[in-house]
């Protein structure tokens, strides 16, 4: 994953962040919009909003670190502690996202397909130590090569200097040059994608596939009941009930392909050429890991923005803020009426 020359480095950083700053912004004042929406009604103060809650503070963490997970591909001139810091937070924040994401769909699929054992979810009884559970197993992890789990004495340090990066203490002082192969092993790096990032991405796409299916056959029943009143025509109301569920399955696929698609493409390639210890052109990698961080980021969105219940104020506050600048018009429109006619 590392990219580019000295003279190259400017351009990368400035394509990362040209990508990933309007990107970051979008994704900061949408989450701010349904937080605020979520904690001005009263209505939606329970749990199950609550992890949704929580899962928006990780996705606004998210999108504030979103310019810093691309920067680190380039190797940078720091010490021990800010290189472990450049590393180790935005890692910790991705996967506290990550983990938020599972548990709010969990906790949403057992509503549908379990609701008599939905009340009785351990998460509903103890809901700060549901919280814990969430943010605590990322932050142990991601705090591994803090602990000791780095390669910073080992020899990789030598490819990070040699690859036309002229650093300024690079041949005096070992410890200057920061790169993520001396702050995460490739055993740290195997065991992230594939022990957890990966299963929990399949975990969502499968608890999403099952509700789509349970879904599908509550509509044949519907179906199948309309069809007996009706003496064995279908209805107009049976032909909305599978447009509308057409338009469900299309959302969620396109969902899927627009979010999670891109980041498991610039996964998989990422691993590959750790594997194969070979170089390639950076400024792919910059655009697939600034698309498929922020593809994954916009999911809450999303499932958020969905939700008219969390949008609400906003909207009547534009609502206010329109009604407002249109009396304004009126009202200068009509004084300036007058005076033509005075």
Known sequence: MDYGDAGAQVSQEQLIYAITVPLSASIILANLVIILGILCNRKLHNTPNYFFLSLLVADLCTGVALP?????????????????????????????????????????????????????????????????????????????????????????????????????????????????????????????????????????????GHVLWITRGQLKDICRLHRSVERGRASDREQRLNVRYARCVVAVSLTFLACWVPYLIYMHVCVAFLISDTKWNASTHVVLSCTGIGGMAVVPLVLGLANRQYTEPAYKLHRKLRDRLRQRMRTAAESAVREDVE
């Open 68 to 208: 810093f997970i691309p920067l680190m591909g380039l190797n940078r001139e720091l010490s021990f502690s800010s290189c472990l810091v450049a590393h180790i937070f935005p890692n910790f924040l991705f996967l506290a996202f990550l983990l938020n994401l599972v548990i709010v769909h969990y906790e949403r699929y057992v509503c549908i397909v379990e609701p008599l054992r939905y009340s009785n979810l351990w998460m509903h009884r103890s809901f700060p130590l549901a919280l814990l559970s969430v943010w605590a197993p990322p932050l142990l992890y991601a705090s591994l090569p803090a602990f000791g789990w780095n390669n910073w004495t080992g020899p990789d340090w030598t490819g990070c200097c040699a690859r036309g990066q002229k650093l300024s203490n690079c041949s005096a002082n070992v410890t200057v040059c920061c790169s993520y192969r001396r702050v995460f092993p490739n055993a740290f790096i195997y065991l992230e994608v594939y022990g957890l990032v990966l299963p929990a991405i399949l975990t969502v796409a499968a608890m999403m």
